[in-house]
């Protein structure tokens, strides 16, 4: 999990969730993260990689599990026909796209496809993950299937039915270009001042050129009374909320599976997301939420105003979220699956 920067993603949630898992049950778990290694070693790829093939010969595990790390699992990938461990590999994600949804070169596409070639088991989050895989010529019965957990509050949903005033949004994510949260607010902009209010949960930096151009937006269009960024939310304040939001909107250009959006249906929200990867796995329209164009401002604007505008299907669509997220597999079910894979991609023994 050896990375440049910490971000709190869904994607770093499950790796450590994992982990904590497999050495809760008694594996001895050697975690190469950013924090484990000597202070500047991330920025140095090649020396990077060259710290996780030592790591490796050191303990020499019964199994090697490779969260990404496309830019330091490159010597490790030369070396595996000699060490003979076995390897899963860990695809949140597909790089193909890069946050402004430009398709990456060739050569990053062979070189990606290459590290995959030592892997004896690839874990995928979703259904859309696991199919471009398949697309690189990766064996089907390699490519394993678990999707992520979510946090299952034991309150049940709160009664929307009585609410007044203007309707809640709320976006969970990390205010990044991928996320496209400045499509959202363009969207903002279009709806009638007054009938809604955006509340914008996910880590950011105030000098970050992203999150200024989308603040200058704010000011501009007068929508400071309107949307406030939240910050990165801890657990108990993240839930409550998703309890007070009236619709959750996810935006992003590219998701691999969304497990804000899937907390947010436990809530009882409808979601208006990008009909982009797995979103529309989570998300069927009609039932518990609506579809619309990536990238496509006018769309979500409209999407937000049926639901501002119809509070009986906004509410009838909260019911469905629920019941579909009750049939998902919390974390403890996720762990434990994950737990089975490891161990029979290690031919069953840990020591």
Excluded at 4 to 22: P, T, W
Excluded at 181 to 202: H, N, R, T, V
Excluded at 208 to 227: A, K, T, W
């Amino acid at each position: 999990m050896l990375g440049r920067k910490d971000f709190l993603s869904g994607g770093y949630v499950f790796n450590m969730r994992v982990a904590e898992r497999l050495s809760g049950m008694g594996m001895d778990v050697d975690i190469i993260h950013f924090t484990t290694v000597p202070e500047g070693l991330p920025e140095k790829k090649f020396s990077a990689s060259a710290h996780v093939c030592r790591r490796i010969l050191k303990h020499d595990p019964d199994i090697i599990v490779i969260a990404k790390s496309y830019h330091y699992a490159g010597l490790l990938r030369l070396l595996k026909p000699l060490l003979g461990t076995p390897v899963l590999y860990l695809m949140h994600h597909l790089e193909w796209m890069d946050e402004r949804n430009r398709i990456r070169s060739g050569m990053y596409i062979t070189y990606v496809r290459w590290l995959l070639g030592m892997a004896d088991a690839i874990w995928v989050n979703s259904l859309s993950t696991g199919t471009e895989i398949e697309t690189t010529g990766i064996p089907g019965e390699r490519i394993h299937r678990i999707s992520p957990g979510f946090a299952r509050s034991l309150n049940p949903p709160p009664d929307r039915s009585m609410r007044e005033g203007p309707v809640r949004l709320l976006c969970v994510g990390s205010i990044a270009p991928r996320k496209a949260q400045e499509i959202l607010l363009k969207a903002c902009a279009m709806l009638e001042p007054g009938s809604f209010s955006l509340d914008l949960a996910g880590s950011f930096e105030e000098d970050d050129p992203y999150f200024v151009q989308m603040r200058d937006f704010i000011v501009e269009n007068g929508l400071q009374d309107s949307i406030i960024f939240r910050g990165a939310l801890p657990r108990e304040e993240l839930d409550r909320a998703y309890d007070s939001a009236d619709i959750l909107v996810h935006p992003a250009r590219w998701e691999a599976f969304g497990i804000s959006v899937l907390e947010g249906m436990w809530h009882g929200l409808p979601v208006v997301a990008s009909d982009v990867a797995a979103l529309p796995e989570l998300v069927l329209p009609g039932e518990n939420g609506l579809l619309v164009p990536t990238g496509d401002a006018d769309a979500i604007a409209a999407a937000l105003r049926t639901l501002i505008e119809d509070k009986n299907a906004r509410l009838a669509m909260g019911i469905r979220s629920r019941s579909l997220a009750d049939g998902r597999s919390d974390w403890n079910d996720t762990c434990n699956e994950f737990a089975e894979l490891v161990l029979s991609t290690a031919g069953g023994i840990a020591r």
